[in-house]
């Protein structure tokens, strides 16, 4: 039986953060509309999923967008939150956890935080070779934080010495997020688990976390 909290954690954006975020979604918005126009809705879908892409990636992180205006944003909320706030507090509480996300560049900048502050962690994505090495390390050892990509994490893990999952950026479908989640909750599982979602507020993270919610009321 799962015995869990779950937390979620909306954030505002920083200043250079929100101002490019505002750029984008305008440039995107007058360009989905235009494709609309010209090739009706079924057409459009690329420019669609382009435009939540670029808008998903400034909320984890401007530089995970490679445009000129994007790399001058050096700074974002969410990561300062995640590494000001969020993990030192629950290092100190000695949690294990699994940290997800569904983009394996803002791992890989997490990934930086964490050898800068000297925090040994573990990572798996889909380039990973030895998935139960690493699965075997995090049970057995001392590792505080595991980064996982949602893709690599979504089947065929038990990493039950977890007591804390943190989902960086939301996913539309909430029950690949419950997944990847399950992870810390198979057979042996012992410790209630605390969960906590980050969102960035005002933002298309918002409206996924509102359409996540009615998923799980339908």
Same mark, same amino acid.
């Given at each position: 039986?799962?015995? +869990? ?7 505002? /954006? ?20 235009? $494709? ?9 879908? =690329? ?14 992180? *401007? ?13 974002? $909320? ?12 629950? =290092?100190?509480?000695?949690?294990? =956890? ?51 990509? /949602? ?40 410790? *209630?688990?605390? +969960? ?11 409206? =996924? ?10």
């Amino acid at each position: 039986r799962r015995s +869990s909290d779950l937390l979620v954690h909306l954030i505002e /954006l920083n200043t250079g953060q929100k101002d490019l975020y505002e750029t984008v979604r305008a440039t995107m918005n007058k360009r989905v509309r235009e $494709a609309i126009a010209a090739r009706g809705i079924e057409q459009s879908q =690329i420019v669609f999923l382009d435009a939540l892409l670029k808008l998903r990636q400034i909320c984890c992180h *401007p530089q995970l967008l490679k445009s000129v205006a994007a790399q001058k944003v050096t700074e974002s $909320a969410k990561l300062d939150y995640l590494t000001d706030e969020l993990l030192p507090a629950l =290092i100190e509480e000695g949690r294990r =956890i699994l940290l997800f996300s569904t983009f394996t560049s803002m791992l890989a900048l997490i990934e930086e935080h964490l050898e800068k502050e000297k925090i040994p962690y573990l990572k798996l994505t889909g380039q990973t070779k030895d998935r139960a090495t690493l699965v075997k390390q995090f049970q057995q050892g001392e590792t505080p934080v595991f980064l996982i990509s /949602l893709k690599a994490g979504g089947t065929g893990l038990n990493l039950t010495a977890a007591d804390t999952v943190i989902h960086y950026d939301p996913w539309w479908n909430p029950a690949v997020q419950a997944q990847a989640t399950d992870r810390a909750y198979r057979i042996g599982q012992k410790k *209630p688990v605390m +969960s906590y979602h980050l969102f960035a507020a005002g933002s298309v993270e918002e409206r =996924i976390l509102g359409l996540q919610r009615s998923k799980r009321h339908v």
